[in-house]
């Protein structure tokens, strides 16, 4: 090996990339050519000093930054796309099976009947209405968003209590059809807003308290 | 990656956490301006996620995530019109590892201020090179794939930006 074949690889002897061959005839060269060791030394000294730099973090606000960002197009991106929604299919169908499992236990009339004389006279007959469909849509959606124990983005936790609303919506509004207008008006506004609080806040709750104590 | 690309958040999570440090870095002692470098720092990990279907697992995701850096890092270069030269004067690369000797980490203070300086004047063609074998531990394969160019290419530029150093740092005896 000639001192310009050597000088071309000292950057690669230097970064690991050289072949046991190549490195064998270098350092063949080297134990004969005492001005080539003095520029590999040269090269290895900047080397070495290169090596010295301490690497730094980036300011944490960074990261929390970025991860935010991302959880809402992550979030964004399950709710635009039909594929996102199969997920939250699951869930919103065990809802629905467990609600109109409770209708069965606790039929509809009979609840608002128990709520009418709980706090008959301090709240308008719309108000006994809602709140027993509250019932219906809390208890339910609740009990399966703590079962799947998942942390999700507030946008994505929003699409088993719209998929619940849809699949019970037949159902709910064929079991009152006899109410009055604004009865069941008041009923399906409570069984949308105990759907969304139980699948949003407080199935998410105690889901992440499931997560965290696992 | 491929769980990313699945919409699995956590895995972005992961991603940031195995790289953001060697990306930030680089980009760091590339662009000389933390302020820069925490910016562009941000915006290649949103790429990452925006275009995460673009992504083959042929290439290695280091080799995809330093493609990106770079290319942002050229396109601010660009932007910025101010020559790299003239960047700010602040320092933010000579922070040398605490020594137990103070005259013994003057003299590493010293040679790595040094060594800025000369690094500031080499090529950005040079400089994302070196800085992507000694501080990305990138292959001389992955450097070639990042910018460009081939691994022979890439050997000749390394050297060069060394023996470019060595020429402008001089001995530290």
């Known amino acids: ?214 | 990656m491929v769980q990313l690309r699945d919409g699995e958040v956590a895995a972005f999570d992961t991603l940031y956490e195995r790289h953001h440090r060697s990306l930030f870095n680089f980009l760091l002692r590339f662009i000389v301006d933390r302020a820069t470098a925490e910016d562009l720092l941000q915006d290649v990990f949103l790429r990452v996620y925006l275009h995460r279907e673009t992504y083959h697992p042929t290439a290695t995701f280091r080799t995809w995530l330093f493609t990106i850096a770079r290319n942002l890092a050229f396109d601010r270069l660009r932007q910025a019109w101010v020559t790299w030269e003239s960047h700010n004067e602040d320092r933010v690369l000579a922070i040398p590892d605490p020594s137990p000797n103070p005259e013994r980490r003057v003299d590493a203070i010293e040679r790595l201020k040094q060594l800025e300086d000369a690094l500031r004047q080499l090529s950005p063609g040079q400089r994302e090179v070196l800085l992507l074998s000694r501080y990305a531990g990138l292959s001389y394969v992955e450097i070639a794939q990042v910018v460009g160019s081939s691994p022979g290419a890439v050997r000749v530029t390394l050297h060069r930006a060394l023996a470019s150093l060595r020429k402008r740092v001089g001995s530290g005896g």
């Open chain 1, 1 to 214: 090996m000639e001192c310009r074949q050597a000088s071309e690889i000292f950057a690669s002897y230097l970064s690991d990339e050289l072949a046991p061959t190549e490195r064998g005839e270098l350092l063949t060269h080297l134990d004969t050519c005492p001005s080539c060791r003095a520029e590999l030394a040269g090269l290895k000294e900047m080397w070495i000093l290169l090596g010295q730099w301490r690497d730094v973090e980036p300011h944490p606000a960074i990261g929390r930054r970025l991860h935010r960002q991302v959880r809402w197009l992550v979030a964004r991106d399950a709710f635009l796309s039909l594929k996102g929604w199969t997920p939250s299919l699951v869930p919103a169908a065990l809802g629905v099976l467990l609600s109109v499992g409770l209708s069965f236990l606790m039929p509809y009339d009979a609840l608002i009947e128990i709520c009418r004389r709980a706090v008959g006279g301090l709240v308008p007959e719309p108000g006994v209405f809602l709140m027993a469909g509250l019932t219906y849509g809390l208890l339910p959606l609740a009990m399966v968003m703590w079962l799947s124990g998942r942390r999700r983005p507030v946008l994505w936790r929003m699409k088993s209590p719209l998929l619940f609303l849809v699949l019970i919506s037949p159902y709910a509004i064929f079991q009152c059809l006899h109410f009055p207008g604004p009865a069941l008006a008041g009923f399906l506004m409570g069984l949308s807003f105990g759907a969304f609080l139980g699948g949003v806040a407080v199935g998410q709750r105690w889901g992440n308290r499931m997560t965290c104590e696992r």
